[in-house]
C-alpha cells in the first residue's frame, strides 16, 4: 500500500511542506487539503509516523513516475555477483596456469567470484596432493585481492575451490 493522499489523510492536522520544499507549518488538514487544490495539486503523506503527520502538496502522477525511475537506474548500477568457472587439469603446465591465474584475476576484479575446478583422469586421483598444489600456487598469486570462500574438496574425479574478491 502506498502513501495515503487527499481525502484519505485521517488526522485533524499536519505539517505541510510545499512543492518546492519549504515548511509551511502546522495546519488542519481540511485547509492544507484546499491550498492543494487550488494550485491543481496533491496532498501525500509523506511521513505518517511524525507527531504531527508530515505532507507534501505535489503531482502525485509525477512523484510515482519519479520514483520509479530512481529505482529503475539503481537497479541497472547495481552488480550481480556471477560465479565465474576455471578449470585445470591435474598436469596443467606452469604457462597455461599462468593463464588461468590471470582470468581469475580479471574475474576477481570484475566482482565476480572463481570457481576452480581440476579434474583428476585415470590414476591420477591417486595422488590428489599434486593437484592440491596447484590450486595452492593459484590461491597464492591471487591472495592479494581475493579470499577463500570454500577450500579445496575433492569429490570423486573432481577437486573444486571457491574464491571470492576480497
Known amino acids: 500500500m502506498g502513501p495515503r493522499l487527499n481525502h484519505r ?7 505541510v511542506v510545499d ?5 509551511l ?14 494550485q491543481g495539486l496533491d496532498l501525500v503523506e509523506v511521513a505518517p509516523a511524525a507527531q504531527p503527520p508530515v505532507c507534501r502538496i505535489l503531482d502525485y502522477g509525477r512523484f510515482k513516475y519519479e520514483t520509479a525511475k530512481k529505482t529503475r ?8 555477483t ?18 588461468r591465474i590471470k582470468d581469475a584475476r580479471r574475474f576477481l576484479e ?7 575446478t581440476l579434474i583428476f583422469r585415470g590414476r591420477e586421483v591417486s595422488h590428489p596432493e ?4 596447484q590450486l595452492d600456487r593459484l590461491v597464492q598469486a591471487l591472495a592479494d585481492i581475493a ?14 575451490l571457491l574464491i571470492a574478491p576480497k
Not at 110 to 116: A, I, R, T
Not at 147 to 160: G, I, Q, S, W
Open 130 to 133: 599434486i593437484g592440491k598444489g
Open 9 to 15: 489523510i485521517r488526522v485533524p492536522e499536519v505539517r
Open 19 to 23: 512543492e518546492e520544499g519549504n515548511q
Open 147 to 160: 579470499v577463500v570462500e570454500r577450500p579445496a574438496v575433492l569429490e570423486n574425479r573432481r577437486m573444486t
Open 25 to 38: 507549518g502546522i495546519m488542519e488538514t481540511r485547509k492544507a487539503l484546499a491550498l492543494a487544490q487550488e
Open 110 to 116: 570484475e566482482g565476480n567470484k572463481v570457481q576452480v
Open 82 to 99: 556471477e560465479i565465474k568457472g576455471i578449470r585445470m587439469r591435474y598436469g596443467t603446465e606452469t604457462h597455461d596456469l599462468d593463464y
Open 73 to 80: 537506474e539503481a537497479k541497472k548500477k547495481a552488480h550481480q
